[in-house]
């Protein structure tokens, strides 16, 4: 079954503005992670936060995560068309080991 | 970073076949290894989860004899569909975790599209 929902279900941006991808689950989580996936790709892993933390940089990446809501942000600041793909969030409930509950995704076209 | 090795990356067969899909850790090792089917603009759904030298754990409504998994090594999981129907037409992707890390990102495959004529 399905845990986390991401909101837009699609987004369309032009380069250089920032995105912003919602998330949310419905149980207690060990950490959230954030993939990307290429049409007709595989996903890629773009970051992860633990249930304890609340907000995470990694490069034009910002993730905020709020348990008190069961809810996530990714932002991709300073936008490009290279980072059209899918998002999805995924959350994982007890750590090492466990499988993943992956999210519907958001398409995201950035428009040169 | 680690490297997840999916073969074919396509395949086309005739409905009735059997096709065989290779998942390899090229640089690590994998003791388990999971099997996502994914249909297009949707989320992945987990179809099994691989574990070396043990039976796979199926998640509720795959049919196991339908969709078999062999993790005979540490380095390798292969999925395959039996006698293949339009229906099983799909994207699959395999993922690993690699233990020397802390286990908790997955590295995926870059996927099989499956269609079954």
């Known amino acids: 079954s399905q845990q986390g929902e991401e909101d837009p279900q699609a987004l369309s941006i032009q380069e250089g503005e920032n995105a912003t991808m919602n998330c949310s689950y419905k149980?207690?989580?060990?950490?959230l992670q954030w993939y990307r996936q290429n049409s007709g790709r595989g996903l890629v892993h773009l970051i992860l936060?633990?249930?304890?933390?609340r907000e995470k940089h990694s490069g034009r990446l910002r993730v905020t995560l709020d348990t008190s809501k069961k809810s996530s942000s990714l932002l991709i600041t300073a936008s490009r068309a290279a980072d059209t793909a899918s998002y999805f969030c995924?959350?994982?409930?007890?750590?090492?080991?466990?499988?993943?509950?992956f999210g519907k995704g958001i398409t995201l076209s950035v428009r040169p | 970073g680690a490297v997840v090795s999916q073969h074919p990356s396509w395949v086309i067969c005739k409905s009735g076949t059997s096709v065989k899909i290779e998942c390899r850790s090229l640089?690590?090792?994998?003791?388990?290894m999971f099997w996502y089917r994914q249909f297009p603009k949707q989320s992945l759904m987990l179809m099994a989860t691989s574990n070396e030298g043990s039976k796979a754990t199926y998640e509720q409504g795959v049919e196991k004899d339908k969709f078999l998994i062999n993790h005979a090594s540490l380095t390798l999981s292969t999925l395959t569909v039996t006698s293949a129907h339009p229906e099983d037409s799909s994207f699959y992707i395999c993922s690993a975790r690699d233990v020397r890390g802390s286990n908790e990102k997955l590295f995926f495959g870059s996927g099989t599209q499956l269609s079954v004529l």
């Open positions: 936060i633990r249930s304890n933390e």
């Open positions: 640089d690590f090792q994998a003791t388990t």
């Open positions: 149980t207690s989580i060990n950490n």
């Open positions: 995924a959350t994982d409930a007890s750590g090492a080991n466990s499988k993943l509950t």
